[in-house]
């Protein structure tokens, strides 16, 4: 296990460099850099006008400019040094977790994620236990009831809820009960006098502001694992040591809780590190920018559109370790759970 554990952590640093790699140099090709972007505004503020801010875009921004003044804007930037030296700086400060700074928010990479985290830890965290809380038992009851009306039922359901993606219902969820209802806010996860009330009144205001996001990213994400608790169960049911004990005049309820269980669960608990952490990370731009919340999900989409090459490559390199580790331990689970696991 010992050698197995040191060979994915060693796998795991060429992962992370051919990431980084390719990510850097397809940078390198997508034109409105932040040097552009400067140039852009310097050159339309230079000549008064918003016209020659949309017209500037791209290399032509830097027409009528000194370039000793472009020149200074590439070091104030870091663009003064060759692509090789700038890739290798980077990847000495990832080695020792120096995400670098913002261009534009002037903030170190490890404080905007620290800012942005609790957003997406919110929503993290009640999509994934309402999600499991809701899809176990569901996927339990299925396998039971095989076949039944309630198999097809809640089946069709599932399907129809999976089949709507989480931004449409999300816009339909603010469409009717945020605006024609008006049952529910339309944006925020507290209220703007949320530090004035007592904390029962601050339990009551988030949930109420949580309740539509929720609802939409919930539903499409139980359906997978629901399906995958009844079709687990469902082969564990029919096979052998399940009919011996059934011989051997044991109750179906005592069947399925102490015999069928734990096998039927392997799948399910070994994905839970997966589901936890990705929870968190993924999933939740589309939702945090229709719901205005401003979480990891926004902050990766704004860096991209805004060219703010740190946080891009920093959250990926910090989102990338996580998934490295996380995919670890889901595997290492299958051991601690079913001890006939045998990585060797």
């Known amino acids: 296990m010992a050698s197995y554990i040191l060979k994915r952590l060693l796998l795991m640093l060429p992962t992370l460099f051919g990431v980084l790699l390719l990510t850097f140099c397809v940078i390198q090709f997508v034109p409105g850099g932040p040097v552009e972007q400067m140039v852009a505004q310097l050159q339309g503020r230079d000549s008064g006008g918003e016209g020659a801010v949309a017209s500037g875009a791209g290399y032509r921004g830097r027409q009528g400019l000194d370039p000793q003044r472009i020149e200074e804007i590439k070091r104030l930037y870091g663009f003064d040094k060759p692509p090789a030296e700038r890739f290798w700086q980077m990847l000495k400060s990832y080695a020792k977790f120096d995400l670098g700074t913002s261009f534009y928010q002037r903030k170190a990479v490890w404080e905007l994620v620290k800012e942005k985290l609790p957003v997406s830890i919110s929503l993290g965290l009640w999509t994934f236990f309402i999600s499991y809380l809701i899809a176990v038992p569901l996927g339990v009851a299925k396998a039971v009831r095989a076949g039944t009306r309630f198999d ?193």
Not at 207 to 218: E, K
Request: charged residues 15%; proline residues 4%.
């Open 152 to 344: 097809f039922v809640t089946t069709l359901i599932i399907l129809i809820g999976y089949a709507i993606p989480g931004f449409v219902l999300g816009v339909a969820l603010l469409v009717v009960f945020g605006g024609q209802l008006q049952w529910f806010p339309l944006r925020g996860l507290t209220s703007s006098n949320w530090e004035s009330l007592g904390w029962g009144a601050r339990i009551v205001d988030y949930l109420w502001h949580i309740t539509l996001p929720i609802t939409a990213m919930v539903l499409g994400s139980f359906a997978v694992t629901a399906m995958l608790t009844k079709n687990s169960f469902l082969e564990e049911i029919r096979k052998q040591y399940v009919l011996t004990a059934r011989a051997k005049g044991l109750s179906d309820r005592r069947v399925l809780w102490k015999h069928v269980f734990r096998n039927a669960l392997i799948p399910i608990i070994t994905g839970f590190p997966a589901a936890f952490i990705g929870a968190f990370f993924t999933g939740s731009l589309l939702i945090e920018t229709l719901f205005s919340l401003d979480g990891l999900g926004l902050l990766s989409y704004e860096s991209v559109i805004r060219r703010d090459y740190p946080v891009v490559l920093g959250t990926l390199y910090l989102f990338t370790l996580i998934g490295l580790v996380t995919k670890l331990i889901s595997d290492l689970c299958y051991v601690w759970v079913d001890p006939r696991v045998k990585f060797d």
